[in-house]
């Protein structure tokens, strides 16, 4: 990790690209109750406090894979799925949890805060349930797959967070994209997929659309979402920004114009800064997915707004200075451009 990280900050890189690596929840020794979690020993002093050092030295996040799929029993299935179930009290904190996610993430993050690293950020790097199973396991089916990895993406994308991590989304990665039909093992190891090795989706899990034209309303009506829009928080870092462009364009490849407005030359170029090409293409990225509320989080930089960001052009008169939010010209003799999110030395700023 040192090694690529050297890499990538000899090519002025290592500011827009992140080294990490995932861990599954055997590196716990104690999960139960989660505020005594905490890291095998050995391990926790001579392999994980350095790691944990360097990723906070890189500001990279801490990943782990949890799974409560292999951790729930046919009296827990309610509560790894989600569902309404009667929880787990935590003696230590006297909290109720209810569902077995936020249980093992707590668990991660106490045996991270008792090495003096509760502040790194934690992503999910792989979570997931099978469509199907051997008959003696518990909770193996299409409907269960469907359900639990709907709940999770509402879950961590909430804004909720955990018992103790409240207030925080995660960036969740579900594993996985397709079955693995020749992979060695149990039948749920090949069957934890989205879609199976023909590309037919192995079920809905509610992200299935006909088109890639998402962000026009349908001729029979308004479309979910419409009359929103996905905007930059006041204060978002610059790097934070750039990263979200970078993906942007990277997952709208082939969808509509991309980042095609914002490439120089393009109608979107000017101004030519970092805050304002984030404008286009975090609310492009959102309006093209189906306007979901969490695809406006990027990484809690993005917000929802009812306001047309086109239109914020607002006519308020100063003596001295415009405020704007858009690109536009002011008044001043001169035919002066004001840049994007600003003051622009403009007598009069419409």
């Known amino acids: 990790m040192q090694t690529l990280h050297a890499a990538l900050a000899g090519a002025s890189l290592d500011r827009r690209i992140q080294i990490s690596t995932p861990h599954s929840l055997g590196i716990l020794s104690a999960s139960t109750p989660p505020s005594a979690g905490k890291f095998h020993g050995g391990y926790d ?3 994980l406090k350095p790691l944990l050092g360097f990723l906070r030295s890189t500001n990279s996040p801490f990943m782990i894979n949890p799974y409560p799929f292999f951790g729930c029993s046919e009296e827990t299935l309610d509560y790894a799925l989600f569902r309404p179930n009667l929880g787990f009290l935590d003696p230590n904190t006297r909290i109720r949890y209810t569902n077995m996610l936020d249980a093992q993430l707590d668990a991660v993050f106490s045996a991270m805060k008792s090495l003096g690293f509760g502040d790194l950020e ?11 199973g051997e008959p003696s396991q518990i909770g193996a089916g299409q409907e269960n797959a469907a359900q639990y990895n709907r709940n999770l993406m509402r879950h961590v994308n909430s804004g909720d967070g955990t018992p103790l991590m409240p207030n925080r989304t995660f960036e969740t990665y579900i594993f996985s994209l397709f079955n693995e039909d020749l992979k060695p093992g ?56 750039q990263r979200n462009i970078d993906y942007v364009c990277g997952a709208l490849v082939g969808l509509g114009p991309g980042c095609g407005p914002i490439q ?39 917000a929802i707004t009812a306001v047309d960001p086109s239109l914020l052009l607002l006519k308020l008169r100063f003596d001295s200075f415009c405020v704007y939010a858009f690109i536009f010209t002011c008044d001043d003799d001169g035919g002066r451009w004001c840049n994007f999110a600003g003051y622009g030395n403009c007598k009069y700023g419409h």
Not at 124 to 132: D, L, N, Q
Not at 268 to 281: E, G, I, K, L, S
């Open 264 to 302: 120089e030359g393009g109608e979107c170029f000017f101004p030519d800064t970092v805050r304002a090409h984030a404008a286009y293409a975090m609310n492009a990225f959102y309006q093209a997915m189906g306007r979901n509320d969490y695809d406006c989080d990027f990484r809690r930089t993005g």
């Open 45 to 47: 002093v001579h392999i």
């Open 122 to 132: 934690i992503v999910i790097a792989e979570t997931g349930w099978p469509s199907k």
């Open 186 to 241: 149990p039948t749920c190891e090949r069957n934890f997929g989205l879609f199976g090795p023909d590309l037919t989706p192995a079920y809905d899990v509610g992200i299935l659309r006909p088109t890639v034209s998402t962000a026009e309303p349908d001729g029979g009506g308004e479309r979910k979402g419409a009359g929103k829009w996905c905007v930059a928080k006041e204060g978002a870092d610059v790097d934070s920004l």
